[in-house]
């Protein structure tokens, strides 16, 4: 199967693509209208949804997976969302490239990949949800990023209403992010399984992110701390109190440009807690330069 040669165009300002024709049974659509159409052709079947904001890399590729394990027909959406950068050169700098995106795609046999041509597109039927979330929004990226997480419920109930799932596939790299989604569908979007994935990482440990295309070799370097630091602190989780941990960890940070946050909480309200027995999982967040990176990992 071979792509057609086509020009990228991509306006980030205005956000406009223009897409590629492709000559392979994977259905690139740009509007709601069109989906639907695709939609309607596959009415009998469940529909497994993989969101993302393209630069596509293994670890979009492993929920792609996931899904064509889990559903008939995979959907894939890609979209910058302006709505959930609360930093105005992130969203400006942040890698695209539709053309790789959908060479990926072709190779995964995606069904349709739905790349909205406006921001307008999507969030024109807006109708603002409000969800209960117990604070779980308010801590780590919550507080660090403030409005990130308001544009992505908006740009997740958007994309549930107008794709209708049964599931939908997000990483636990994203893990405040994915639990959420997962309040989003409990509340709102009943039908709507949300499945979470593990991360996929590097041979070095470095979590997969469309972020390190913008690190240079020095800063892969010291990108692959955030890991180390992070098995370091599980390795000695039932020798330390939590608070004692998270001051230390945190100290080890200091090489980075920002050390954000290392904090442990429990796995499903993101509280913290004390006692060793209950789920566990430990946050880090750092910038490196301009480039801001977090991880997690499953401490008991
Ligand atoms: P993004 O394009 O960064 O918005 O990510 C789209 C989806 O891919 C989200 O559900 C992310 O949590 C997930 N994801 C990003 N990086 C990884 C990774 N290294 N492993 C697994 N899932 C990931």
Sequence with gaps: MKLQKYKKKIDKTKNTVALPRI????????????????LLKH????????????SLHDGHLSLINYAQL???????????????????????NYPSNHKNDLDKLSNEKVDI????????????????????????????????RKGHFDGVIRVVSLLFSIVRPQFAFFGEKDYQ???IIKSIAKEHF??????????KRDKNGLALSSRNLLLNEDDQKKAINLIKILKHCKSLFNNYDNTKLEKDFFEKLK????????????????????????KQRAFIAAKIGNIRLIDNIELN
């Design 23 to 38: 000559r392979y049974k994977m259905k690139v659509v740009e509007t709601i209208s069109n989906l639907n159409t695709e």
């Design 43 to 54: 009415s009998n079947k469940s529909i497994g949804f993989v969101p993302t904001m393209g």
């Design 70 to 92: 889990k559903s008939e027909i995979v959907i894939v959406s890609i979209f910058v969302n302006p709505t959930q950068f609360n930093d105005p050169n992130d969203f400006k």
């Design 113 to 144: 990949v739905f790349i909205p041509k406006s921001v307008n597109e999507i969030y024109a039927s807006e109708k603002p949800l409000k969800i209960r979330l117990d604070g779980i929004d308010k801590v780590m990226e919550g507080k660090h």
């Design 177 to 179: 992010q994915l639990l």
């Design 190 to 199: 009943k039908s709507i399984e949300v499945i979470g994935c593990p991360t």
């Design 255 to 278: 090489d980075f440009s920002i050390p954000e946050y290392f904090e442990i909480r429990e796995i499903s309200c993101l509280k913290r807690v004390e006692d060793k027995t209950t």
